[in-house]
């Protein structure tokens, strides 16, 4: 770009030299132009001594519903602040009203990151933005800055069904929740994950921030600068609507948000054809769960609790009972399935039923047998597992009959196990769960299984802090990797407890007669899983069980939002460990697995097959792949209301989440504003001075570069 502009910088120059004078004038446009391209290439190296970068940051965006935008963002070119780091209460004054030197940005210790702290800063002009760091330990009061009645609306219980029991009337199942994460702040925040990385702003703030004997520090200060502007405004129906037109008019149209949307992951204890119709008389058993969750920064969702201890524990039931020698004679059918952005009011379920109701499903509503659905089981007190069930729709005589044999099979089959289920009461509603979407759409028997009778176990729930500590995770000091992954917990034995449990339940449900001791969920399995989605996704396991052109979903540390490009990797992730621990190995070349429909006896209809890594040659480097044939399937997550451009829509989800230009933070130093004036008024003087020189140099031209005449010519 600088040679282009110089170039047509110099024309002028150029056209009014004369033919005889070449040199003088190519010497000059030489001598601009290796100075603009000099500056180019320094540009970064002076970029570098400027600025200290922060790698390791995730930011607050913006999500919007049908009427609310929350979240954060930075003006468009970032916001800048002098860092004042906040460790104590105390020290907010000096943001708030003592400080010479605002607006500031906040280095935050991550104990103080709550909704009273922050609704101070959100209410004053002296604040630019927050960098926030993890507490550790973990708050021991709890930190959760999610609903205190989570999804909200958009379950079963409303003025029309169960009035007594819609908003949380009856019982508040999430006591510790802020609501900070729906919130609107109109300045970045950032969590900082890297300790080194806040230990360099903390010198910074120490060498240069720190007042001196009573009186405010002198300049050059620490400053910070956030970039995260968000494109999208107001709600999902304003943002649509401009995504909409802008795709409609414009040849190049600007999206400025996206519909939060991934994949469901299902599979059945017996094929089913995929693309058709399952018959009306077959009754068909479903086992549910969420595989997301969510925090305040984005991408930032460990969700050990909320989400993985019953996924993984669905995972593990899913092993055992296709283990069985005679689950292909059972009476009734058995789906296993994991729903997607559940956290946003249901997206994965609710996208289900619809699909269900308009026969873009195998199953119909009328093939559901029964529903049981597993909550979160991890922090269960004197190994007690509670059985939610609806108590509106138990009024029907026939449903009553039905959800009372399924809690006597559950409870009976936790005989001699470790776990105690117990009813949480008739009286008591279903807490915030999938199978509400299919009670709004139908009167189904049905459980929920969970640690909480009332309010919840976890005191993380939706936070940075639900991590594998939150649920009791404990490994012995200096195991290496694989140790590691192999090693089991007692976590990992508490959760094939329940699991074991629910298989068994799930045998005889199905119609299953013979001995159910023999059906154990593997422990060994559990502590592989627990460690893959919770600590290392990049592992051995994990790496011999998937295709390889999608290896590189293998990232370091777990995460478990729905984001907007799909499928997310704990949607790939659950996809193939569920082929992995229910699917066979068959016998087929690596173009047979890819392509089974040229395969006579492959029958795709009703199986998946796929082509994945396996494990290491233990004499070569290489790995050794193989096909696996599964029941395994993936439907669409996304909410009806983008199907049916019901953007405003109270009866379906309608999260979106904003569009940005970047997201980045770095530290420098800020000189006075006086200094910064000086600075400029001395660089517009000699800009000034420059063009004016170079007016009089170009205007004599011939005069100063003319080439004195040869003594010897002759002039007639």
């Not at 970029?47 to 999500?63: D, M, Q």
């Not at 909409?244 to 948000?257: A, D, G, H, R, W």
């Not at 093939?367 to 597992?385: G, K």
């Amino acid at each position: 770009a600088g040679r282009a502009w110089g170039s047509r910088g110099m024309e002028g120059a150029a056209g009014s030299c004369r033919a005889p004078l070449p040199a003088p004038c190519g010497l000059l446009r030489g001598l601009l132009l290796a100075v603009l391209a000099a500056g180019s290439c320094q540009g970064n190296s002076v970029e570098r001594k400027i600025y200290i970068p922060l790698n390791k940051t995730a930011p607050c965006v913006r999500l919007l519903n049908a009427t609310h935008q929350i979240g954060c963002q930075s003006s468009i070119s970032g916001d800048t602040g002098v860092i004042h780091v906040v460790e104590k209460e105390e020290d907010l004054n000096w943001v708030l009203a003592d400080g010479p030197h605002p607006p500031y940005m906040i280095l935050l210790d991550g104990s103080l990151f709550n909704r009273r702290v922050m609704l101070q800063l959100k209410g004053t002009s002296r604040v630019s933005g927050l960098a926030v760091t993890v507490a550790k330990p973990s708050p021991p009061q709890g930190f959760s800055p999610g609903l205190k009645c989570p999804n909200d609306g958009f379950g079963v219980y409303s003025k029309d069904y169960g009035p007594q029991f819609a908003h949380c009337n009856k019982t508040v199942w999430n006591p510790v929740g802020s609501g900070l994460s729906y919130e609107d702040f109109d300045f970045p925040i950032f969590l900082l994950e890297d300790a080194n990385e806040t230990q360099v702003i903390k010198q910074c703030y120490q060498d240069h921030n720190v007042p001196r004997d009573g009186s405010g520090p002198e300049y050059p200060l620490c400053a910070m600068q956030l970039f995260s502007h968000m494109h999208a405004v107001t709600s999902t129906v304003t943002c649509m609507r401009r995504s909409s037109l802008q795709s409609t008019f414009s040849i190049n149209p600007e999206v400025v948000c996206d519909p939060l949307l991934d994949y469901n992951v299902w599979s059945t204890l017996q094929p089913i054809n995929s693309s058709g119709k399952v018959d009306p008389e077959k009754e068909v058993i479903i086992v549910a769960t969420r595989i997301d969750s969510h925090s305040f920064f984005w991408n930032i969702a460990p969700g050990a609790e909320s989400a993985v201890s019953s996924f993984v524990t669905h995972l593990a039931a899913a092993e055992a009972l296709h283990k069985v020698s005679d689950v292909h004679l059972l009476q009734r059918n058995i789906m296993f399935t994991f729903f997607q952005g559940e956290t946003f009011d249901y997206i994965g379920s609710s996208r289900m039923v619809y699909d269900m109701e308009k026969d873009k499903f195998p199953l119909r509503l009328d093939n559901i047998h029964s529903f049981v659905e597993l909550n979160q089981v991890a922090l269960r007190n004197d190994s007690i597992l509670w059985m939610h069930t609806d108590p509106v729709s138990r009024m029907n005589e026939s449903v009553e009959v039905q959800v009372r044999n399924l809690l006597d099979i559950l409870s009976n089959s936790s005989v001699g196990a470790n776990v105690t289920l117990q009813e949480a009461g008739y009286s008591q509603p279903l807490p915030p769960s999938s199978f509400q979407r299919f009670l709004r759409a139908r009167h189904i028997p049905g459980v929920v299984l969970t640690d909480h009778k009332t309010a919840f176990q976890n005191r993380y729930y939706q936070s940075m802090y639900d991590t594998p500590e939150n649920i009791r995770m404990q490994y012995p000091e200096g195991l290496s990797p694989e140790d590691t992954l192999e090693y089991v917990t007692g976590t990992a034995k508490s959760l094939a407890e329940v699991a074991t449990v629910v298989a068994r339940a799930l045998y005889r449900l199905a119609g299953g007669a013979n001995n159910t001791s023999a059906i154990q969920a593997d422990p060994k399995t559990v502590s592989r899983m627990l460690y893959g989605f919770l600590i290392k996704m990049n592992n051995s396991w994990f790496q011999s069980i998937i295709k390889p052109d999608i290896k590189g979903i293998l990232g370091d540390v777990p995460q478990h939002y729905v984001a907007v490009s799909s499928p997310v990797n704990t949607t790939y992730l659950v996809q193939y460990v569920l082929a992995n621990l229910t699917g066979t190995v068959v016998n087929l070349t690596k173009e047979e697995c890819l392509n089974p429909d040229k395969t006579p006896s492959s029958e795709k209809e009703m199986y998946e097959y796929a082509w994945v890594q396996g494990s290491l040659d233990p004499n070569s480097t290489s790995r050794v792949p193989y096909c696996v044939r599964s029941t395994v399937h993936l439907s669409k997550a996304l909410s009806p209301a983008f199907e049916l451009r019901q953007w405003g829509s109270t009866e379906y989800s309608t999260w979106t989440e904003s569009r940005w230009k970047e997201i980045r933070a770095r530290i420098f130093l800020v000189a006075s504003k006086e200094l910064e004036i000086i600075t400029l008024v001395v660089g517009i003087a000699i800009l000034i001075f420059s063009l004016l020189a170079t007016y009089f140099i170009n205007a004599k031209a011939d005069v100063l570069f003319s080439i004195p005449r040869d003594p010897g010519a002759v002039a007639y």
